[in-house]
């Protein structure tokens, strides 16, 4: 029987929103849950109608979290990469910090930067840093969840 497993994100503000999931598969410090998208979503390049998989990777240690959706037969619609900080991979939860920092990265190659909500959080400077950051470990991202995936039994069909 599948094990609900909810997702907690922490808003730098102090708010708590909770994701009621299920648990694919763990390891010692890493959880992918697995979950059908609610509503629809129009993102830049992409939209994404209810009731779409969507696979989450939190991996304590990283400076990141990454959703993925995909179509019939595992083929890969998009990836989300979060810039996030304190990432717990409790028993029945996971529980991360959203730093308001993301990229979209579509099948195209396009990357789609998220990116004023750092900047009104806090403040260009830092929200600049935190930018170069992001950029730097979302291809190690989405490799390192494509990997944990592939341990899990879920083969994505990539595009080219």
């Known amino acids: 029987m599948p094990q609900r497993f909810d997702e907690l994100k922490v ?4 708010e708590i929103r909770r994701f ?4 694919l ?6 959880a992918i849950i697995v979950h059908r998208t609610e509503r629809d979503y ?4 992409l939209f994404i109608p209810r009731g779409t998989k969507s ?3 939190f991996v304590e240690g990283e400076p990141w979290t990454v959703y993925l959706w995909v179509e019939e037969g595992e083929e890969v619609m998009g990836f989300y990469v979060n810039a996030a900080d304190s990432v ?3 028993e029945d939860h996971v529980v991360w910090r959203d730093l308001y920092l993301d990229v979209l990265i579509l099948p195209t190659g396009r990357r789609t930067l998220d990116y004023e909500e750092a900047v009104r959080a806090y403040g260009r400077k830092r929200a600049d840093v935190m930018k170069g950051e992001l950029e730097k470990n979302a291809n190690r991202a ?3 969840a494509t990997t944990l995936l592939e341990m899990c039994g879920v083969i994505l069909k990539m595009w080219e």
């Not at 808003?11 to 102090?14: R, V």
């Not at 129009?42 to 390049?45: D, K, M």
């Open 25 to 30: 598969c763990r390891g010692e410090r890493w």
């Open 42 to 45: 129009n993102l830049p390049g």
């Open 55 to 57: 696979y989450g990777v």
């Open 20 to 23: 009621p999931s299920t648990l």
């Open 88 to 90: 717990v991979v409790g």
């Open 142 to 144: 989405v490799e390192r």
């Open 11 to 14: 808003l730098p503000e102090g």
